[in-house]
């Protein structure tokens, strides 16, 4: 039996170790293997990276599967304010089956509101389509809008508001000034006044809607803060989404955007734009139920059954305690 030999190594195999077995045979030096499996039952010491625009389309899928939250009854009296093109008001009716609209909207006339959007008459047509508490009113501004209540009577002088809800999406008070602080002043007076107003026409346990961009300048307005004046406080808060409204589509308060050519073009859509909706109640109240899921409605998902107050991504209750710290509010709106 040949015997094994062990040779040193030169320093060009040093890898190898000191000694290295040698085939007999061959004379040929072989390096010796050793199995070692502990890294392949390892993770890895560099975590995988995320893709944060995978991330953030992920998240964007996620909103839009969630059912939107629907601030109002089909039952219920609704005035809204500031309507712009009148395409909400029309899928209120058309689609949410809702038959106590009140659309008000800040151009004198049908002329004047189809010169700034020529599509409205159709929009016209459909919310009087509703029934008989259907309306449209025309050169109504937010600012100086008379009381929707209960006339005055010997037995009863005082008045009784009429709406159960009462909805201003996107109030702006249009290109007064480039200067951003005037802006956010502008539009803060312009808020104050319309609270002043709309609570006189606000039904016991109604609620006001108010519906903002997200970001600056908007949350520079602080809204919640304007709504105090008048006596109210923010119930809740939720996500706007504009899919909910079928037909709906954002209406700037100067009217379409039209090129040098005078051609309106698609541009910029609002309704695609991430916004808030704010409920306000009266404090000493508890806000009447909104039922949804019953307004004749199958093209807009509309949930179950709730009280406003209940719904996912709303205030919490700590953050409901807010230090006073705004001032007066201006006119003119932007359904």
Same mark, same amino acid.
């Given at each position: 039996?040949?015997?094994?030999?062990?040779?040193?190594?030169?320093?060009?195999?040093?890898?190898?170790?000191?000694?290295?077995?040698?085939?007999?045979?061959?004379?040929?030096?072989?390096?010796?293997?050793?199995?070692?499996?502990?890294?392949?039952?390892?993770?890895?010491?560099?975590?995988?990276?995320?893709?944060?625009?995978?991330?953030?389309?992920?998240?964007?899928?996620?909103?839009?599967?969630?059912?939107?939250?629907i601030p109002?009854?089909?039952?219920?009296?609704?005035?809204?304010?500031?309507?712009?093109?009148?395409?909400?008001?029309?899928?209120?009716?058309?689609?949410?089956?809702?038959?106590?609209?009140?659309?008000?909207?800040?151009?004198?006339?049908?002329?004047?509101?189809?010169?700034?959007?020529?599509?409205?008459?159709?929009?016209?047509?459909?919310?009087?389509?509703?029934?008989?508490?259907?309306?449209?009113?025309?050169?109504?501004?937010?600012?100086?809008?008379?009381?929707?209540?209960?006339?005055?009577?010997?037995?009863?002088?005082?008045?009784?508001?009429?709406?159960?809800?009462?909805?201003?999406?996107?109030?702006?008070?249009?290109?007064?000034?480039?200067?951003?602080?005037?802006?956010?002043?502008?539009?803060?007076?312009?808020? &104050? +006044?319309?609270?002043? %107003?709309?609570?006189?026409?606000?039904? #016991? *346990?109604?609620?006001?809607?108010? !519906? /903002?961009?997200?970001?600056?300048?908007?949350?520079?307005?602080?809204?919640?803060?304007?709504?105090?004046?008048?006596?109210?406080? &923010? +119930?809740?808060?939720? %996500?706007?989404?504009?899919?909910?409204? #079928? *037909?709906?589509?954002?209406?700037? !308060? /100067?009217?379409m955007v039209?090129?040098?050519?005078?051609?309106?073009?698609?541009?910029?859509?609002?309704?695609?734009?991430?916004?808030?909706?704010?409920?306000? %109640?009266?404090?000493?109240?508890?806000?009447?139920?909104?039922?949804?899921?019953?307004t004749g409605?199958?093209?807009?998902?509309?949930?179950?059954?709730?009280?406003?107050?209940?719904?996912?991504?709303?205030?919490?209750?700590?953050?409901?305690?807010?230090?006073?710290?705004?001032?007066?509010?201006?006119?003119?709106?932007?359904?």
């Open positions: 039996m040949a015997k094994t030999k062990w040779t040193v190594l030169p320093k060009s195999l040093g890898h190898l170790g000191k000694k290295a077995w040698r085939d007999p045979k061959s004379g040929t030096a072989s390096k010796p293997t050793r199995k070692n499996n502990w890294n392949k039952n390892q993770p890895s010491s560099t975590p995988a990276k995320s893709n944060p625009n995978q991330t953030k389309s992920q998240a964007h899928v996620q909103r839009q599967h969630q059912a939107p939250t109002f009854s089909a039952t219920d009296a609704i005035l809204l304010v500031g309507e712009g093109d009148l395409s909400y008001a029309a899928s209120l009716v058309s689609h949410h089956g809702c038959d106590n609209v009140t659309a008000t909207v800040l151009e004198k006339n049908l002329a004047e509101l189809e010169e700034k959007y020529p599509h409205a008459a159709d929009n016209v047509i459909e919310v009087l389509k509703g029934g008989p508490k259907c309306k449209v009113l025309f050169n109504i501004d937010a600012r100086k809008m008379a009381p929707f209540a209960t006339k005055k009577t010997k037995e009863s002088p005082g008045q009784t508001g009429l709406m159960d809800r009462i909805i201003f999406n996107f109030p702006h008070v249009g290109g007064k000034s480039t200067d951003v602080n005037r802006q956010v002043r502008y539009n803060q007076e312009m808020l &104050v +006044d319309f609270f002043k %107003r709309a609570v006189l026409s606000l039904a #016991p *346990g109604g609620t006001i809607v108010v !519906t /903002l961009f997200e970001g600056e300048p908007y949350t520079l307005w602080n809204v919640k803060d304007l709504a105090r004046h008048s006596g109210l406080q &923010v +119930d809740t808060s939720f %996500r706007f989404q504009a899919a909910a409204y #079928p *037909g709906y589509h954002h209406s700037r !308060t /100067l009217g039209k090129n040098k050519a005078g051609e309106t073009g698609v541009g910029w859509k609002g309704e695609e734009r991430s916004a808030r909706s704010y409920i306000f %109640r009266r404090k000493d109240e508890t806000p009447k139920p909104v039922i949804t899921g019953a409605s199958n093209e807009a998902p509309l949930g179950k059954k709730r009280k406003i107050g209940g719904g996912e991504e709303e205030e919490e209750p700590k953050r409901r305690k807010r230090v006073d710290e705004s001032d007066e509010s201006s006119s003119e709106e932007e359904g």
